[in-house]
């Protein structure tokens, strides 16, 4: 009983440290009119600070990871934090649209340490086959973020101001920090063994991406990971400009659509119960396939209502929350000595392939459906292909 009631407590610390970054992301969406007027700008310039976040976010994962092995995980997590901490005050204050951006990307550099220990250290906790199950509950405390962070982050700033956003955000870290500075273990002793010159570093990275294994279900699940970026870029302007929906309207469908990334996490763990994780996520994975086929094909013949939007943006965000967590597991299960290092690579390429989705978005001239659905039949169908093909080399049995 005491050992189920550690991990639990492990599993809703390392919770909380996941949802740091979704809630940065998602709590300040609906003040973007009110920080464009403070700096005599437009929306779309205070977009790039979204765009520097998750700039910060890929970058800043590859950092953390030679640190969480050679230190141990919680004193390069205290750094990150209070970089955060430092950078989310820093935004409060910013007298520039500029300034703002920058910091954003500062505030990202801090704030993905919690992300990048968090996977490592479900890594240091638990087996590889309860790992795709921690990983699971991981994503529904993650998916809790868009189900109401936009709505409060809304409320919020109508009745105290943008700024009022990142104090909320201040005083959400400090209690996580609290949490993790009392509560929980240290995952990983320190290895002075673990070199940080940039040539090791370099080549860890390498020999890390040679296992064929990580490859084959890091950068598949990276390129099923990217459609939830699509989603994330394209979602406004299908429901704004398309269908023409209120903002509470907006706030209601995003609310429900999270619920499909939540329902698949939970039905992964039920599904462990009688299949691998390898088996779960091959399905998954061929099933985003034929989604993202149906969506492009119904959107070429403009064959799609609101209703059809959403069932299908259901179904795709639902395979996401089997694909993920069954690829982290798999990815790290062979790592042990270099958990930080593969967890900071696994995380990078999540980030930096769904931030290049996300900006494939904005640069099409095509409807905002047309464009979503392509990127999801070019992610989805690109993830395929390199899974069958690194698997038929692994070097693990997948």
């Known amino acids: 009983m005491q050992s189920r009631a550690r991990n639990l407590s492990i599993t809703?610390?390392?919770?909380?440290?996941t949802t740091i970054s979704p809630f940065s992301i998602d709590l300040y969406l609906p003040a973007f009119a009110q920080i464009a007027e403070h700096f005599d700008t437009t929306t779309a310039r205070v977009s790039l600070s979204l765009s520097s976040y998750f700039i910060g976010l890929a970058l800043g994962q590859v950092f953390y990871g030679p640190l969480l092995d050679r230190f141990g995980r919680k004193r390069p997590l205290y750094f990150g934090i209070a970089l955060y901490l430092l950078s989310t005050a820093a935004c409060i204050v910013a007298t520039s649209i500029e300034g703002f951006i920058a910091v954003r990307?500062?505030?990202?550099?801090?704030?993905?340490?919690?992300?990048?220990?968090?996977?490592?250290?479900?890594?240091?906790?638990?087996?590889?086959?309860?790992?795709?199950?921690?990983?699971?509950?991981?994503?529904?405390?993650?998916?809790?973020?868009?189900?109401?962070?936009?709505?409060?982050?809304?409320?919020?700033?109508s009745e105290w101001g943008w700024q009022a956003l990142f104090i909320t955000l201040i005083v959400i870290v400090t209690l996580i920090f609290l949490g993790v500075f009392f509560f929980l273990p240290e995952g990983h002793a320190p290895d002075p063994s673990v070199s940080l010159h940039p040539k090791i570093i370099l080549q860890t990275f390498a020999s890390i991406a040679r296992d064929r294994t990580f490859f084959a279900f890091a950068v598949t699940g990276a390129f099923s990971f990217a459609g939830l970026f699509t989603y994330l870029a394209g979602a406004p302007s299908i429901f704004f400009d398309r269908f023409h929906?209120?903002?509470?309207?907006?706030?209601?469908?995003?609310?429900?659509?999270?619920?499909?990334?939540?329902?698949?996490?939970?039905?992964?763990?039920?599904?462990m119960k009688r299949f691998s994780s390898q088996q779960i996520f091959k399905t998954a994975l061929r099933l985003q396939a034929i989604v993202a086929i149906v969506f492009t094909v119904g959107c070429a013949f403009h064959a799609y209502n609101l209703t059809a939007h959403l069932v299908i943006l259901f179904a795709y965000i639902s395979c996401?929350?089997?694909?993920?967590?069954?690829?982290a597991a798999v990815a790290l299960a062979g790592f042990a000595k270099n958990a930080g290092s593969a967890s900071a690579l696994l995380g990078t390429l999540q980030m930096g392939i769904g931030a290049l989705a996300s900006a494939m978005f904005g640069l099409q001239k095509t409807d905002a459906s047309s464009a979503v659905a392509r990127i999801f039949l070019v992610t989805s169908l690109t993830g395929v292909a390199i899974y069958q093909y690194a698997i038929s080399r692994s070097s693990r049995s997948v």
């Open 320 to 327: 996401i929350g089997l694909t993920y967590p069954n690829a």
């Open 245 to 271: 929906l209120t903002e509470r309207e907006f706030g209601l469908i995003f609310a429900g659509l999270s619920v499909g990334m939540i329902g698949g996490g939970q039905i992964n763990i039920l599904l």
């Open 12 to 17: 809703l610390i390392l919770g909380t440290l």
């Open 105 to 157: 990307f500062l505030q990202a550099l801090g704030g993905c340490a919690a992300s990048v220990a968090s996977t490592a250290m479900v890594r240091d906790f638990f087996s590889p086959a309860d790992g795709a199950k921690v990983f699971s509950r991981l994503m529904l405390i993650l998916s809790v973020s868009p189900l109401f962070a936009p709505s409060v982050g809304g409320w919020i700033a």
